[in-house]
């Protein structure tokens, strides 16, 4: 598949942090707006490079501070419509179809806003990106999810909100932060809350702490969606080793995993529970290897979750801090894990599939949209398996 095939097939993303996503000179033009003078560089060349670099940490909790200077500009209606709007057009452009953006409107107070006003310059400003995305002739749907900060004790009335924009926008929730002391169990009430309106949410899990994090999204908060869920290969064995203990002997094999032979590999309880339930696993692959949830791309889980079938999705994170793209995260796994088109679109249907949208819209997606674009790149023959990948045809 070529960079431009990359770029112009139909993609889906799940897991996009908003406030993650600014383009540099927005972030500087937003600063001098409202008088922000603490942004680390000048020109948006060098602030990109800032954002990428800071963010190369090898922690999560170091990871996350570099979103003070992306926070300190959306604290105006302005500001946030820009960027909503902005974050929808930048996403059709790359060829994403539809997208869940998330952001923590807690973090959005800082200047008077309410958490209604929040949520609605979002929504306005993702509503104009979408009609400017049209007009472009790169028709794109984005709705958000809330996410509550799990260091925080929000969680409730943030749930609440997304209830009051169940109709008007929001499709679903999130928490995020730091993991590791903040497990989501504290978040219980939210979660049983959520529960009882019939809506739909996802949890960071299994990013920067493994197996314990993921069991509780899933057994005790009842998670849709898991946001990374990486950490669950510490619960699959290959040769009866656990799966870190194989990449560490294997860090120097590039085609280790597409080589693989499945009848090796076990799964344990849990890892055979996400995969028989089908849930979805929100993977994001240059972020992973930024907090070092990940080793490399050639080693990252997503290509042996995606051999074994399990419900995995492509994602970006946080595209200003990974200096990345939908088309560029499927770009790497092509170079280094050896992709194929065949691959994205089948995580891409697995993403569509797992949206937070009803039913029938994400089916008329697939089957209006995602099919079609797929078939017209691959002259008509995509799904048969014809371009090989990291499954073999069947
Ligand atoms: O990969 C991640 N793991 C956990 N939290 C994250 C990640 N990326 C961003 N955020 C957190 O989510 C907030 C709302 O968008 C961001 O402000 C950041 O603190
Ligand atoms: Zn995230």
């Known amino acids: 598949m070529s960079t431009d095939e990359l770029r112009r097939a139909p993609k889906v993303l799940l897991h996009d942090h908003l406030d993650g996503g600014l383009r540099p000179q927005t972030v500087l033009d937003l600063a001098a707006a409202v008088g922000y003078d603490d942004l680390p560089a000048t020109d948006a060349e060098s602030l990109g490079t800032w954002f990428r670099e800071s963010a190369d940490s090898g922690s999560l909790p170091r990871y996350l501070e570099t979103f003070d200077h992306t926070l300190a500009v959306m604290q105006t209606r302005e500001g946030l419509f820009r960027v909503a709007s902005e974050c929808a057009q930048d996403l059709a452009a790359d060829g994403v179809v539809y997208a869940e953006s998330r952001y923590a409107p807690e973090q959005h107070l800082t200047r008077g806003l309410t958490l209604e006003g929040v949520v609605e310059a979002v929504n306005a400003g993702l509503r104009d990106g979408e009609a400017r995305a049209a007009a472009a002739g790169h028709p794109i749907r984005v709705t958000a999810l809330l996410t509550a900060m799990r260091h925080a004790a929000k969680s409730t009335e943030i749930a609440e909100l997304a209830i009051r924009y169940r109709d008007d926008g929001v499709s679903g929730f999130d928490i995020a932060g730091a993991e590791a002391g903040y497990p989501p169990t504290r978040h219980l009430d939210a979660f ?173 997606l697939i089957d209006d949209v995602i099919k079609p674009g797929y078939a017209a790149l691959s002259g008509g023959a995509a799904g048969e398996g014809v371009s090989g990948g990291v499954v073999s045809p069947a």
Not at 299 to 309: E, S, V
Not at 336 to 348: C, I, K, P
């Open 192 to 364: 049983e809350y959520l529960r009882r309106e019939n809506f739909h949410f996802t949890i960071h899990a299994g990013e920067a702490f493994g197996l314990p994090s993921i069991w509780e999204a899933i057994q005790w908060c009842g998670a849709d969606r898991l946001g990374h869920g990486v950490r669950i290969v510490d619960d699959i064995t290959i040769d009866g080793s656990p799966y870190a203990d194989w990449v560490e002997g294997h860090k120097h094999d590039a085609d280790a995993l597409t080589a693989l032979e499945l009848d090796r590999v076990r799964l344990g309880r849990l890892a055979a529970y996400v995969r028989d339930k089908r849930i979805p696993l929100e993977m994001c692959p240059s972020s992973n290897l930024q907090t070092s949830a990940a080793p490399s791309i050639a080693l990252h889980p997503i290509t042996l979750l995606r051999r074994l079938r399990f419900r995995v999705t492509l994602n970006t994170d946080n595209r200003l801090m990974s200096g990345t793209t939908m088309s560029r995260e499927a770009e790497l796994l092509r170079d280094e894990a050896g992709w194929s088109l065949d691959d994205l679109r089948w995580v891409t249907i697995n993403a569509m599939k797992s949206a937070f949208i009803p039913f029938d819209e994400r089916l008329a």
